[in-house]
């Protein structure tokens, strides 16, 4: 069975644009969190969608934004990005949305100048 | 406030045991995980409790005691690829059926040395 694939892998931007990751899970898994992980502030919480619905979200400003496909896929989106928004950029797939238990993708490196 | 507290860095030789604390402060809560991050790798699942007490798995075990808000992760007989960054990460929230999140904390680097 495939992993969570996640594209790009990296990426590089400058302030004030605006970035889309996406993030494909394992097939079958209906649920998609993503987390921004910077060294030493371990991975922070974005969003959970579960069949299309945002049915979490993390503290972060609303320049983050996200949503699901049918198919599961999910995207995300930062607008107008400050330095601070470089990070790795995880997603993870569940079969279920209060699974313990989440298959990551490799991530998306985003370096913002 | 949510917080999950654990050491930043722990050193260990090849063979030896290690035991990788975390505190924390939840509302609502209904696990605690485990997770292992190589450098430039994804975190891995490693181990769950939902009750308390110790799960064994392999090498590794995990450790719970809801009533003290306390968990920990023992690794034993080390190998230099145990050399990562391990995550407790704690399911919580008001709700069940998908309606929480899991809050990670921030890591604790072991460096495994021969």
């Known amino acids: 069975k495939a992993g969570v694939t996640q594209t790009p892998r990296y990426l590089i931007k400058t302030r004030g644009q605006q970035v889309t990751l996406s993030c494909s899970p394992i097939?079958?898994?209906?649920?998609v969190s993503w987390y921004q992980q910077t060294p030493g502030q371990g991975l922070q919480f974005l969003f959970e969608?579960?069949?299309?619905?945002?049915?979490n979200k993390g503290n972060f400003p609303g320049r983050f934004s996200g949503r699901q496909f049918s198919n599961s896929r999910s995207e995300m989106n930062v607008s107008t990005l400050e330095l601070g928004d470089s990070a790795l950029y995880l997603c993870?797939?569940?079969?279920?949305?209060?699974?313990?238990?989440?298959?990551f993708g490799p991530g998306t490196r985003l370096t913002v100048t | 406030g949510q917080s999950l507290e654990q050491p930043s860095e722990v050193t260990a030789v090849e063979g030896a045991i290690v035991q990788i604390n975390c505190t924390y402060q939840?509302?609502?809560?209904?696990?605690l995980s485990w997770y292992q991050q190589h450098d430039g790798g994804a975190p891995t699942f490693l181990s769950y409790?939902?009750?308390?007490g110790l799960e064994e798995t392999g090498r590794f075990s995990s450790f719970l005691s809801r009533s003290d808000s306390y968990g920990y992760l023992l690794l034993q007989e080390l190998q230099m690829k145990d050399s990562a960054s391990y995550f407790c990460?704690?399911?919580?929230?008001?709700?069940?059926?998908?309606?929480?999140?899991?809050?990670f904390g921030a890591g604790t680097r072991l460096a495994v040395h021969p």
């Open positions: 993870a797939s569940s079969g279920s949305g209060s699974s313990y238990e989440q298959y």
């Open positions: 097939s079958g898994h209906r649920s």
């Open positions: 969608y579960f069949s299309e619905t945002q049915r």
């Open positions: 939840t509302s609502g809560f209904y696990g």
């Open positions: 409790n939902a009750l308390d």
């Open positions: 990460a704690v399911r919580a929230g008001y709700f069940s059926g998908g309606y929480n999140k899991l809050i």
